[in-house]
């Protein structure tokens, strides 16, 4: 996923100064931002990805865990170019996000984590198992909407495309090779957690935008993350945060960029 050209890598925007990078969480792919993008794209350049493993990253390295991703996610930047940028993910993304911070805290102007994952055990694995294993459009809609708190409202066709990216060739076994590594220790033990006092020492702002009734990633408390995160909650939301809240999390991001340099 490295060539300018690379149809998983998009540059939206013409605004000025360092660019947001939106990194989307597991099982999506950079359609995650649709309803976000154009909020922001006016305020500030945006970088978007397809993960490894994900959308038009199906074949391509790096896929497998955060870390492998994160990697590829800085490889990709360097390559085109982009020495400085702020970082967003959700959920898997989020994860993602946060070591790629970790990796290159110089590069890293702020960091903005959307439900993320990596920052404790808990986690819904039969729901996020049964969302790997959804194929058609029905499948999806059950459980995105399980996933999602009770305000979803997504745009006439959205599981049907979701579907389809799913009969990609190799699009299945991508998704159960990403789910298997969010477990390293095994299902029973909770998902894989990213070093408390390394995200504790991160030099970058840090924060946090969570749903009240997330049921993937249960909503932590304030003292539950490293003592330099902001939290903020958003009442009545679930996990599916960029769906959902799409407003709320342009106001987020915006935030989170405009008092930074360029």
């Not at 029905?138 to 599981?159: C, H, K, N, S, T």
């Amino acid at each position: 996923m490295s060539s300018r050209n690379d149809p998983a890598f998009r540059r939206i925007g013409k605004a000025e100064g360092a660019p947001l990078v939106l990194l989307h969480g597991f099982g999506g792919n950079m359609r995650t931002w649709n309803r976000v993008f154009p909020l922001l794209k006016n305020d500030v350049p945006l970088i978007i990805f397809d993960l490894p493993g994900h959308g038009k990253s199906i074949h391509s390295d790096g896929r497998g865990g955060a870390g492998r991703m994160a990697k590829a996610i800085l490889e990709t930047l360097e390559e085109n170019g982009i020495e400085r940028f702020h970082a967003a993910g959700h959920s898997m993304g989020g994860a993602v996000a946060a070591l790629v911070a970790m990796r290159a805290p110089d590069k890293v102007l702020s960091l903005n984590l959307i439900a993320p994952g990596g920052m404790a055990p808990d986690i819904e694995a039969g729901l996020l198992e049964r969302f790997s294993k959804a194929e058609d459009a029905d499948e999806l809609e059950a459980v995105i909407r399980q996933m999602a708190g009770p305000g979803l409202d997504v745009p006439e066709g959205y599981f049907q495309a979701a579907a389809e990216f799913r009969q990609a060739p190799g699009a299945m076994e991508a998704l159960a090779e990403t789910y298997a590594a969010m477990f390293p220790d095994g299902r029973e033990r909770g998902q894989g957690v990213l070093p408390k006092e390394q995200l504790s020492a991160l030099p970058m702002p840090v924060r946090a935008l969570w749903g009240a009734d997330d049921t993937v990633l249960p909503c932590p408390d304030k003292g539950d993350l490293p003592a330099n995160f902001i939290l903020e909650v958003l009442g009545g939301a679930g996990h599916m945060l960029p769906e959902e809240r799409p407003g709320d999390v342009a106001d987020f991001l915006r935030a989170a960029v405009a008092p930074g340099p360029a």
